[in-house]
């Protein structure tokens, strides 16, 4: 037979791993579907603000390479053709009189947020240009995140 003593450190040992205790299945479950729901109602919301942040960095890429190229203007007297497009204001297109560059920074014309080259078209007579992104979708048109992004 067990004497007295044992049998009483084994129930107090028992005893103790009852209080410790841990989390029930249909604890962690609840806890489960309470953050599931969470992410539910904060995702959408996160995947917008990506979206137009995207859109306000076009933005602003665009409002740098129209300062670029205003400083092309004043150097060289004519904004660049559009086969000499933006990359002129990284490298010399030729023996252009005046041509001071590189006018952009990081030595090189950055892509849109989505990954794709921007879009010059210069005026007639080299007296006006306009830069543009195509949006998220890459196309012409569209709305929200989709929408073009242009100076």
């Known amino acids: 037979m067990i004497s007295h003593?044992?049998?009483?450190?084994?129930?107090?040992?028992?005893?103790?791993?009852?209080?410790?205790?841990?989390?029930t299945l249909v604890e962690?479950?609840?806890v489960l579907v309470i953050l599931v729901l969470l992410a539910s109602?904060?995702?959408p919301r996160v995947i917008?603000?990506?979206?137009?942040s995207r859109a306000k960095t076009a933005?602003?890429?665009i409002e740098s390479l129209v300062t670029a190229m205003e400083l092309f203007h004043i150097d060289?007297?004519?904004?660049?053709s559009s086969t000499e497009g933006l990359s002129a204001l990284v490298k010399s297109p030729g023996n252009i009189a005046g041509?001071?560059?590189p006018y952009l920074s990081k030595g090189d014309v950055p892509q849109d947020p989505w990954g794709r080259p921007y879009i010059y078209q210069s005026g007639q007579n080299g007296g006006s240009f306009q830069?543009?992104?195509l949006g998220a979708d890459g196309k012409e048109g569209g709305a929200d995140e989709n929408a073009d992004v242009s100076n």
Do not use: A, C, M, T
């Open 5 to 23: 003593s044992i049998q009483k450190r084994l129930r107090n040992k028992v005893q103790r791993r009852k209080d410790e205790g841990g989390f």
């Open 28 to 30: 962690l479950l609840v």
């Open 41 to 43: 109602i904060i995702g």
């Open 48 to 52: 917008g603000y990506l979206g137009s």
């Open 59 to 61: 933005h602003i890429q």
């Open 76 to 80: 060289v007297g004519r904004y660049p």
């Open 99 to 101: 041509w001071n560059g």
């Open 131 to 133: 830069i543009k992104s």
